[in-house]
């Protein structure tokens, strides 16, 4: 099952409970936000876009479907209980994805400058893999502590890495430093992370982090009933806190 929505989608019984939600939030006309789920492929997917002119829609939106096509249920049978395989699939993914998103721009002037932050989560057994480019991040709830499972690229970041000064005033959140649409300098980001039962895992886009605090993200999670509750009340939070950008939240529990 495979759905790209701009509210929410409701999986099937699965051996994990799952729920994404997006939301336009409080400022932005566009929601350049996608997301995907596949509960029989493991498969879990987010994309933030950037660009004028809706652009930014249309490569978080061309981006997450040709993730997904490229896993196809037969290519997941291939990797799977194959840590190797899985990474380099994953890493595979995001240059083929990135080489369709530049692709659309070089043919379309109107396109040009498209771009997305990308991150992918697949599961297998007990390990999620995760790879990402910019500032959509992944996280793992382990009941204790909501921990980032990955590094926001952007130039905030760099300049913290560095020791600029002012960095810690936010100068430069914004400005992504790697992302789909614009050629890899290094591979993706990749992460794997060994689950166990009552894991939580969080992807989300910066109009979710970017407005409810780390600790706040995970005092929703640990007190919802459900994925789609917590999906519900981060959303509501984040809009209630001021909703500046869009935000999408997937939340998979094990």
Partial sequence: MLR?????????????ACFGRTDTGMVRKNNEDNFAILVERNLYVVADG????????????????????F?????????QGNPAAIQHGLIASFYKTNEKVMGMA???????????????????????????????????????????????????????TLGVNGANQGVGRNIITRGIGF???????????????GNKILLCSDGLWGMVSDEEM???MESAAS?????????RQANQAGGKDNITAVVVCF
């Fill in 4 to 16: 790209f929505l701009k509210k929410f989608f409701r999986t099937p019984q699965a051996s994990h």
């Fill in 50 to 69: 950037m660009g004028g002119h809706q652009a930014g829609e249309i490569a978080s939106r061309v981006a997450t479907e040709y993730l997904v096509n």
């Fill in 71 to 79: 896993f196809s249920a037969e290519k997941i049978r291939e990797i």
């Fill in 106 to 160: 070089e043919e379309n002037s109107g396109l040009h400058g498209m771009g997305c932050t990308l991150v992918a989560c697949l599961i297998d057994g007990d390990a999620a893999f995760i790879c990402h480019v910019g500032d959509v991040r992944a996280y793992l709830d382990d009941g204790y502590i909501l921990k980032q499972l990955t590094t926001d690229h952007s130039l905030v970041v760099d300049q913290q």
């Fill in 183 to 197: 050629p890899f300098a290094e591979d993706p980001e990749f992460h794997r992370v060994s689950l166990s039962p």
């Fill in 218 to 220: 995970h005092g929703v």
């Fill in 227 to 235: 994925p789609e509750e917590a999906c519900d009340n981060l959303v």
